[in-house]
């Protein structure tokens, strides 16, 4: 039976937002559009629970891992100048640790394209992406009717990840948010329950 578990999450902490300090490059170089230094524990941590086997059933060992593509050329969605280095940063760690190399096939602006193929998969797949279009993308395509898909993504949310399993081809997906609670801050509320997305106040599901 082909079964498909599909996780997706954002990618971590950015510059500008709640936690202090510059961007920066895996070797420490200045990037506007890396990683802040708590982004980095967090993908510390993400390389824990999935590459550990530290969240048992719930977070599996991903046999793929899919992030939006950081050498995007001027025609994909950019922000900072330049394609975000964000997502692929996010799991780099945990592509090492596994030895999974992260597909970064697509860039920001092509989830249709995402979605046909990780759909076509079977196992465990693990997505990083950005927030708006997790929410506008990539959702809307796996399965726009299924019930509590969350319809905003707040801001300073980097904790959550999306769960979708399916048992066959074809077959229905049933859906979760789970909360891992990694880092001091985390939250087990789910997405859409209250809170903001970039300064705009969330309410209703």
């Not at 937002?17 to 802040?36: E, F, H, M, Q, Y």
Request: hydrophobic share 45%.
């Amino acid at each position: 039976m082909a079964a498909l578990t599909l996780m997706i999450i954002r990618h971590a902490e950015k510059p500008n937002g709640a936690w202090p300090g510059p961007g920066l490059t895996i070797d420490g170089t200045s990037d506007a559009r890396s990683l802040v230094i708590r982004g980095w524990q967090r993908a510390a941590a993400w390389c824990a629970l999935f590459g550990a086997g530290l969240g048992g059933a719930d977070f599996p060992r991903p046999d793929a891992i899919y992030a939006a593509d950081p050498n995007a050329g001027a025609g994909a969605a950019a922000a900072d100048d330049g394609p975000s280095q964000r997502p692929f940063e996010t799991v780099k760690p945990l592509g090492d640790r596994l030895g999974v190399k992260p597909v970064t096939t697509w860039a920001l602006g092509q989830e249709a394209s995402l979605v046909t193929e990780i759909t076509k998969l079977s196992s465990v797949v693990l997505v990083c992406w950005e927030h708006k279009r997790i929410i506008s993308g990539i959702l809307p395509a796996i399965g726009a009717n299924l019930p509590a898909l969350p319809l905003k993504w707040d801001g300073q949310r980097f904790d959550v990840v999306l769960r979708f399993d399916r048992a066959a081809p074809g077959g229905a997906w049933t859906f979760r948010q789970l909360f891992p609670k990694l880092l001091s801050g985390d939250s087990a509320i789910p997405l859409g329950k209250g809170g903001t997305i970039d300064g705009e106040a969330t309410t209703g599901r």
